[in-house]
């Protein structure tokens, strides 16, 4: 394998797990983002380009904020879509993901995203039944369409956390994609969760390109119900808290 090269294997991955990454990854670039080079791809590996890390900047930010945006802008066919010309299974990290599409955003979200992952969650003991059913109770607003605003489709990374996003010399470029038609909201939700360096500057260079909708910053904890309850289907009760925790401050939204 060449040094140029950053290669993942698993011969017992679902035949459609790299072949998800790399569809994904392709779809994010059409769209004009900035994504790591895939180099082959096949059932049980995919070959990508080695990334060299840099520190961050606040030009880089402000850039991968515009970018952002207009990869957001580039569209998708419908709510929970999969990428374009691929329609294989999906996936967050290791955990299948579905690719059902609906017509508004809430019912998809909830049914899709929130739901799925909140069951594993309480199935693993990472979250009380009780915290569970006020999560729920959260729940059923979003997917009557209290928050839905009109928006198409955006075309989205889907797992946009600061471990998925690689600072290099020529700018930020993004990794490891959940990408599927979903709401612009969520992946700036995402990289708040987490820490993303220069959060405000990525964010004033999304807004360059296109304005954000008056409350965005107080919806942050409604698109973070899909990574928190990703997070605690598999990563411990201390993600059931903060789920809750999550679903608590949406409530006071509604």
């Not at 612009?184 to 959060?199: I, N, S, Y």
Request: with cysteine; proline share 5%; net charge negative.
């Amino acid at each position: 394998m060449s040094a140029d090269t950053y290669s993942k294997t698993d011969r017992s991955a679902h035949p459609d797990f790299f072949a998800a990454e790399a569809a994904g990854l392709r779809w994010l670039r059409d769209g004009g983002g900035a994504v790591v080079d895939v180099l082959a791809v096949d059932r049980t590996h995919i070959d990508l380009a080695r990334l060299v890390s840099s520190s961050p900047s606040a030009d880089a930010a402000t850039e991968f904020g515009a970018r952002l945006s207009q990869v957001h802008d580039a569209g998708a066919r419908g709510f929970g879509c999969s990428p374009d010309g691929f329609d294989g299974q999906m996936f967050i990290g290791a955990r299948p993901m579905s690719s059902v599409e609906h017509a508004s955003w809430g019912s998809f979200y909830i049914a899709e995203r929130v739901l799925p992952f909140l069951r594993i969650a309480v199935d693993a003991g990472n979250i009380s039944t009780s915290d569970a059913a006020d999560v729920e109770r959260a729940c059923d607003p979003i997917a009557a369409g209290a928050f839905d605003d009109g928006d198409a489709p955006a075309r989205i990374h889907g797992d946009l956390w600061t471990g998925n996003v690689v600072w290099t010399d020529s700018g930020v470029v993004m990794i490891d994609p959940a990408a599927h038609g979903g709401h612009r909201e969520t992946d700036l939700a995402m990289l708040a969760l987490f820490g993303v360096p220069m959060l405000s500057e990525i964010v004033d260079g999304y807004r360059s390109t296109h304005p954000l909708r008056d409350g965005w910053e107080d919806r942050i904890p409604l698109h973070q119900l899909h990574p928190l309850a990703v997070h605690a289907a598999g990563h411990g009760p201390a993600y059931g808290v903060a789920l809750r925790r999550a679903a608590g401050a949406v409530a006071r939204l509604s």
